[in-house]
């Protein structure tokens, strides 16, 4: 059965780094796109990157400085890299992976994600 496992998460202090880790596990095929999506205190959920099966790796814009998603050392599995962390980086980071996506489609929107996993949680002290 399919499921999205995320771990790495954690305390750190502002500055630092951190990475979390993705698996989608029991897939028949890689995943589409494997997401990152982030649960801020007082904000919405917001896309952070993504992986595509072809191998496409974005960021968003305003976090693209400090943060990079790469492919993990085994199939389906991506990281998240987590560079000289802020105290608004703090949240819940959910990772989520898409099994079919059309042309018109995108990565970014959290929609396209059917598997979800339960959020791994990062805080940022000053």
């Known amino acids: 059965q399919e499921r999205v496992v995320e771990s790495g998460g954690g305390s750190v202090i502002s500055g630092g780094s951190l990475i979390l880790s993705c698996a989608a596990l029991g897939f028949r095929e890689r995943p589409s796109c494997i997401g990152w999506f982030r649960q801020v205190p007082g904000k919405e959920r917001e896309w952070v990157a993504y992986?595509?099966?072809?191998?496409?790796?974005f960021s968003a814009d305003s976090l693209k400085e400090r943060i990079t998603i790469s492919a993990g050392n085994r199939k389906s599995t991506a990281l998240l890299r987590m560079n000289n962390v802020l105290p608004e980086d703090t949240g819940t980071y959910y990772c989520?992976?898409?099994?079919?996506?059309?042309?018109?489609?995108?990565?970014?929107?959290?929609?396209?994600?059917?598997?979800w996993g339960q959020g791994t949680q990062v805080t940022v002290s000053s």
């Open positions: 989520a992976a898409a099994t079919w996506m059309t042309p018109s489609d995108s990565c970014r929107d959290a929609n396209r994600y059917r598997f």
């Open positions: 992986r595509s099966a072809g191998g496409r790796e």
